[in-house]
């Protein structure tokens, strides 16, 4: 089944450590994004890319790295330079091109820093 | 400045009755999209409704209808017949402009819970 993965699930990380997120696409898709969210708030963007080796900034991506080698990944860093990466991370996709264009999102990574 | 705005923290339904759950936006684009998401307590987000700006009609999808009122800037989801596996966090989303290749702006949702 076509659907994008999220890896790993759950992942603890001590302090000025830098970590990576994966994120993997089988749907096809040009676009992709990555969100950031905290307990009762609402998803907030970190970068996007809407074609191979193309990447924009989001409203918080201050601390964060990614890049798009390949069409169906898009691997988030969270470097040591993020003050407070505690969060859950959404990674999602869009085809272009659609109506509606709805995002497609994963199941997520949570991130501890202890 | 706030894109999406979601009153509503948390929301009480009684089982089999309909719920209104509120959104109101911000753009001065002519042409924008709205969308609600639910997210159960899995965390993964699932595409619920669509409406487009110009779409006259209210969007619907089997038991979620979209009260789309453009002159208050306004996009509440309902919905109906409201069963446990409803219960879950809502949010409202929007993107702005032409096409579908800006990104997607997110409230910061509201938590359903179902009674049974």
């Known amino acids: 089944d076509g659907g994008i993965t999220q890896s790993p699930k759950y992942l603890f990380r001590k302090e000025g450590q830098n970590v990576t997120l994966s994120c993997e696409q089988n749907?096809?898709?040009?676009?992709m994004y990555w969100y950031r969210q905290d307990p009762g708030q609402g998803l907030r963007l970190i970068y996007y890319?809407?074609?191979?080796?193309?990447?924009q900034k989001g409203d918080i991506a201050e601390g964060y790295s990614v890049s798009r080698e390949k069409k169906e990944s898009f691997p988030l860093t969270v470097t040591s330079a993020q003050k407070n990466p505690t969060a859950f991370y959404l990674c999602?996709?869009?085809?272009?091109?659609?109506?509606?264009?709805?995002?497609?999102f994963g199941e997520g990574s949570r991130l501890t820093v202890l | 400045a706030q894109k999406i705005t979601q009153t509503q923290p948390g929301m009480f339904v009684q089982e089999k009755e309909a719920v209104t759950l509120d959104c109101t936006y911000d753009?001065?684009?002519?042409?924008?999209?709205l969308f609600w998401y639910k997210q159960p307590s899995s965390g993964e987000m699932i595409f619920l409704i669509y409406?487009?700006?110009?779409?006259?009609q209210n969007a619907t999808e089997g038991r979620y209808s979209l009260n789309f009122q453009k002159a208050r800037k306004s996009a509440n989801l309902v919905i109906s017949a409201s069963q446990l596996g409803d219960s879950a966090m809502y949010f409202c989303?929007?993107?702005?402009?032409?096409?579908?290749?800006?990104?997607?702006?997110f409230g910061a949702g509201t938590r359903l819970t179902v009674k049974p």
């Open positions: 999602a996709s869009r085809r272009r091109g659609t109506n509606t264009g709805e995002l497609f």
């Open positions: 749907l096809n898709h040009d676009a």
């Open positions: 890319s809407q074609i191979v080796n193309d990447f």
């Open positions: 753009t001065s684009d002519q042409s924008y999209g």
């Open positions: 409406q487009g700006s110009y779409d006259e």
């Open positions: 989303a929007m993107r702005e402009g032409l096409g579908n290749n800006n990104d997607m702006r």
